[in-house]
C-alpha cells in the first residue's frame, strides 16, 4: 500500500505531476496532476544574535530566503536538529539547543537553587562555532555555512562598589568574573532584572 520514490533533482521551483510504474515502461494512466511541488533550496544571510551561552538554550531569527509556510520547519545547529518557526519568507525564528551543563557555584547553590535535571539524551559538544541551516520539508537543509557562535556563559564575581544612591544616574560598577566578551554587541548591565544598560569592556575579566 506504499512506496517510497527518491525525487530528481531540477534546475527550478516547479509544479509536478506523479506517476506510477511497476516495470519501469509501463506508466498509470491516472496520475496525480500539480501534486509535488520542487521548491528552492532555503539560503541563509545572516542570525541575530549571532551567538550565545553554551549553557543554556535560546532562539536565534535567521534572516535568508526560499523559507515556505510548513509545520515541517526545522534548524539545524552542528549536528543538533531543533524546531523552527516561520515568520515570513525572509525570516525562521529557530531554537537553539544547549550544549553545556550549568556549572553552579557555591554561593548560588548556598541559596538553595537546585540544579537543572537533564533528559538521559542530552548530548555534550564542545564550545565553539556552528553552521546553522534550515529545512522547509524536514529532511533537506540548507547549505548556506553562516556560524552560531556558542560562548562559555559570564562569571559574575565581585561588583565594586556594591551600592548606590538611588537617584544618582552616573554611579560606575566594576564588574570582576570571568568570560568577558565584547564581540557580540555587548556587554550589558541589568539591574533588577529590568531593562539592559550598556556596559564598558575592560577585558575578559572586567
Do not use: W
Not at 518557526?85 to 551543563?101: E, L, S
Not at 555534550?124 to 553562516?146: H, L, M, N
Request: hydrophobic share 35%.
Amino acid at each position: 500500500t506504499q512506496v517510497s520514490c527518491t525525487t530528481p533533482s531540477v534546475q527550478e521551483a516547479q509544479l509536478v505531476s506523479i506517476s506510477l510504474s511497476l516495470n519501469g515502461q509501463d506508466f498509470s494512466p491516472f496520475f496525480y496532476e500539480d501534486l509535488f511541488y520542487y521548491f528552492p533550496t532555503p539560503e541563509i544571510f545572516e542570525i541575530y544574535p549571532r551567538g550565545g551561552p553554551a549553557e543554556s538554550g535560546g532562539h536565534a531569527l535567521v534572516r535568508g530566503k526560499g523559507f515556505l509556510n510548513s509545520a515541517g520547519i526545522l534548524c539545524r545547529v552542528g549536528v543538533a536538529v531543533t524546531t523552527g518557526t516561520f515568520v515570513n519568507d525572509t525570516f525562521v525564528k529557530c531554537v537553539i539547543p544547549q550544549i553545556q551543563r550549568k556549572i553552579y557555584s557555591q554561593t548560588v547553590e548556598s541559596l538553595g537553587i537546585q540544579p537543572e535535571i537533564l533528559p538521559d539524551s542530552f548530548a555534550v559538544y564542545p564550545v565553539q562555532a556552528y553552521p546553522i541551516e534550515i529545512s522547509v520539508d524536514g529532511q533537506t537543509f540548507s547549505d548556506s555555512g553562516i556560524k552560531y557562535t556558542y560562548y562559555s556563559t559570564p562569571v559574575l564575581d565581585q561588583i565594586v562598589p556594591n551600592s548606590g544612591a538611588k537617584s544618582a544616574l552616573t554611579t560606575v560598577a566594576i564588574i570582576n568574573g570571568a568570560n568577558f566578551r565584547n564581540d557580540f554587541g555587548g556587554p550589558f548591565c541589568r539591574f533588577a532584572g529590568v531593562g539592559a544598560t550598556k556596559a564598558v569592556f575592560m577585558s575578559d575579566r572586567s
